[in-house]
């Protein structure tokens, strides 16, 4: 399944939020990154129907999001915020929105489906149990009940233990193995360790879109290590972008971004994806 979108832009009223923003996706999964306000869930809400654009086109394939009907039998959708009736098991909660997409599963069928998100186990618990992370995993079970082809997903690791961030984004890695993955997110390490490719968004821009390991080249020579005194490091944070500041014993270690030699004693060091996006909405 590919997506395209061409020229697109949303208004409200006279504040523009999305300016000509120009994509494609194919199978696989793609991240979507950029600070709050950039306009990431707008373009999100957009893509899934739920806000209607003001200009431009998009594509699913041959198919315009404007056909919601269509569009909404081909997608499955996690927003950040949802919730589930608290008294529902994990099973009901499943098969009731099962129920009301049309689709008929059987026993087996649910269980099969809970077993992709390993909450087979626990699928008699009530959802009001549940913690953060097994929330979101019923919740992509939920967004996927359809088997949708292609599958939109916003912030799904925000407020996640470290282990649980890595549960999903393991199952959004295997879903991107047949199906096209669009995973918006504020997160960088996410978008490093399960994107093939990245877009950015500022102030409603598109300020990137590439593959991850190209973007990092673009923060090459523009990242420094730099060890100051107490007392010293001020003076960089007031004048420099300072990524990073690290105790160190008796020293403050500083990442610095920035496109001059901040200091004769700082050492340039490879950029990360962090480096490369800040200096992308730093403007460096």
Known sequence: MKIQIKELEKYYGAYKILERINLTFDEGIH?????????????IRILSTLLPKTSGEIYYDNIKVDN??????????LPQEFSFYPNFTVYETLDYFASLSNIR???????DRLEIVHLQDIHK????????????????????????EVLIVDEPTAGLDPEERIRVRNMLSDFGKTKTVLLSTHIVEDIQLSCKSLSI??????IYSGA??????EADG?????????GESEQYMDKYNVISSIVDEDKIS?????????????????????DAYMKLIKGV
Not at 31 to 43: M, S, W, Y
Not at 262 to 267: D, E, I, K, Q
């Open 201 to 206: 968004l500022n102030k409603g821009k598109l």
């Open 68 to 77: 919601k009907e269509e569009i909404r039998k081909i997608i499955g959708y």
């Open 31 to 43: 991240g979507l990154l950029g600070p709050n306000g950039a306009g990431k869930t707008t373009l």
């Open 212 to 217: 991850v390991k190209d973007v990092i080249k």
């Open 125 to 148: 618990a009530k959802t009001k149990t549940l913690s953060g992370g097994m929330k979101r995993r019923l919740g992509i079970a939920v967004a996927m009940i359809g088997d949708p």
């Open 105 to 111: 599963l059987n026993k087996r069928e649910i269980l």
């Open 254 to 274: 500083l990442r610095i971004l920035s496109k001059e030699k901040p200091s004769l004693n700082a050492n340039n060091v490879f950029p990360t994806l962090e």
């Open 222 to 230: 523009y990242v420094w290590n730099l060890n100051v005194n107490f």
